[in-house]
């Protein structure tokens, strides 16, 4: 296991220009709020794999890791734990302009926690699903579409903006 590091000094690596390095770190994830609903974020602690490069005037980073998410299908409300392979890119090169500025990385001291969890969320799908052919909910009457069956319908009625023209009688 690696060590747990919410927040990692990369001074401490005490890197030259061009010199690279793997770690495996620990972090601790809190849970998602996703609309009304609450995720958990798993395994706990999550471990992380940081590879560090030391440039000129900054460092290149890249963080992986492999997270479950727990809690409510967004279609059906049954339990949902899909899970997620992350990889992501940072920059921080703070002599070459605010556009290569890393807002996790500060004075050599890398927010590992914040990065870690922003791009979870970003690589989150618009909606937290039990399983793709998940098909949610009734509209009518709140049923399990997937245990109701394809026979499952409801009379259509009428529209009630229309409810006066019943009432005429022709002729």
Not at 6 to 31: K, P, Y
Not at 90 to 113: H, I
Not at 125 to 153: M, N, Q, T
Request: charged share 25%; net charge negative.
């Amino acid at each position: 296991m690696g060590r747990r590091a919410d927040s990692f000094d990369l001074n401490r690596l005490r890197m030259t220009a061009g010199e690279a390095r793997r770690l495996e770190l620990e972090v601790a994830v809190d849970a998602l709020s996703l609309g009304a609903d609450s995720y958990r974020v798993g395994p706990e602690p999550l471990v992380v794999r940081l590879e560090v490069v030391r440039t000129t005037n900054g460092y290149a980073l890249r963080l992986r890791f492999s997270a479950t998410v727990s809690g409510p299908c967004m279609r059906c409300l049954g339990p949902a734990t899909p899970g997620f392979e992350v990889d992501v890119y940072e920059v921080s090169q703070p002599q070459d302009g605010e556009q290569l500025d890393s807002p996790y990385l500060d004075a050599g001291v890398l927010d590992l926690g914040a990065w870690t969890r922003d791009a979870l969320v970003l690589s989150l799908p618009a909606a937290i699903i039990c399983r793709d052919e998940c098909a949610g909910l009734c509209a009518v009457c709140g049923a399990d579409l997937a245990s109701a069956g394809p026979d499952h319908a409801h009379a259509a009625s009428p529209d009630p903006r229309w409810a006066k023209l019943a009432e005429l009688r022709l002729g």
